[in-house]
C-alpha cells in the first residue's frame, strides 16, 4: 500500500473509533452528578467534624442522602448535551442561559476546571 492509503486507513479508523464512543446524555450526566456528590460529601464531612453522637451521623447521612436525590433533579432537568457526531458537549441552562461546562469524546467526559473551581470556592466560603 502507498503511504498516502496507511494514513488515510488511520484517519479513517480514528474518525471511525470517534463516532462509536460519543458518549451520549445519560454518560455526561453521570460524570457530573459524581462531581457534584463528591463536593456534597466533601462539603458534608468538612462542615462537620466526625461526631460520635449518632443522632448527628444520622443528620449527616440523611443530609448527604437528600442532597443526592436533589444533584439527581438538578442535572436530569437542567443539565443537555450537543452532539456533534465526533465529539459532545454537556450545557446547563440556568435563568435561560445554556452555557458549554464539559465535552466528551472517545468515551469519555471531562467537565471544565472552572466547575472545579468554582465548586472549591464555595466550599472554602461554606466553611469560613
Known amino acids: 500500500m502507498k503511504k498516502n492509503h496507511v494514513v488515510l486507513l488511520i484517519f ?6 470517534a463516532v462509536l464512543t460519543n458518549p451520549n446524555q445519560d454518560r455526561h450526566k453521570e460524570v457530573l452528578k459524581n462531581k457534584l456528590n ?4 466533601k462539603s458534608m464531612k468538612k462542615s462537620h467534624t466526625k461526631s460520635k453522637n449518632k443522632w448527628e451521623q444520622a ?4 443530609g448527604i ?12 432537568n437542567l443539565v443537555s448535551t450537543d452532539n456533534y ?3 459532545s458537549t454537556t450545557k446547563i441552562t440556568w435563568e435561560g442561559q445554556a452555557k458549554v461546562i464539559g465535552i466528551g469524546a472517545f468515551g469519555n467526559v ?10 472549591n470556592e464555595q466550599l472554602k466560603n461554606n466553611i469560613h
Open 38 to 41: 463528591a463536593y456534597l460529601q
Open 65 to 76: 442522602m437528600l442532597g443526592g436525590a436533589l444533584i439527581d433533579q438538578i442535572t436530569d
Open 85 to 87: 457526531v465526533l465529539f
Open 12 to 17: 479513517s479508523l480514528i474518525i471511525l473509533v
Open 110 to 119: 471531562f467537565i471544565s476546571e472552572k466547575v472545579d473551581k468554582l465548586l
Open 59 to 62: 443528620g449527616q447521612a440523611l
